[in-house]
Nanobody, 113 residues
């Protein structure tokens, strides 16, 4: 079993920055990919960024968000700059480890205008 511990969410003004972290722990042989999704009220969960064999970003966050990974710590980060009110959502960490997918509990990011 794999556990994901997220941190770094909060309230920030428009134009500000936040850094999310997600540490995976448990019985892990190999992590194939790590990423972040988000879900705003009344909307479907959507991919923000993922990192594995390649790195992908959703169009709305390109140039503002950066995903990175510390393989030694089984940790993925999401540096979010130039935040906008439309970035307000619950952000979920996701990990594919040993062929199985896992989700974090989510962390709230609120951007005030």
């Amino acid at each position: 079993q794999v556990q994901l511990a997220e941190s770094g969410g909060g309230l920030v003004q428009s134009g500000g920055s936040l850094r999310l972290s997600c540490a995976a722990s448990g019985s892990i042989f190999s992590i194939n990919a790590m990423g972040w999704y988000r879900q705003a009220p009344g909307k479907q969960r959507e991919l923000v960024a993922q990192i594995g064999s390649r790195t992908n970003y959703a169009d709305p966050v390109k140039g503002r968000f950066t995903i990175s990974r510390d393989s030694a710590k089984n940790t993925v980060y999401l540096q979010m700059n130039s935040l906008k009110p439309e970035d307000t959502a619950v952000y979920y960490c996701t990990v594919v480890a040993d062929g199985r997918g896992y989700w974090g509990q989510g962390t709230q990011v609120t951007v005030s205008s």
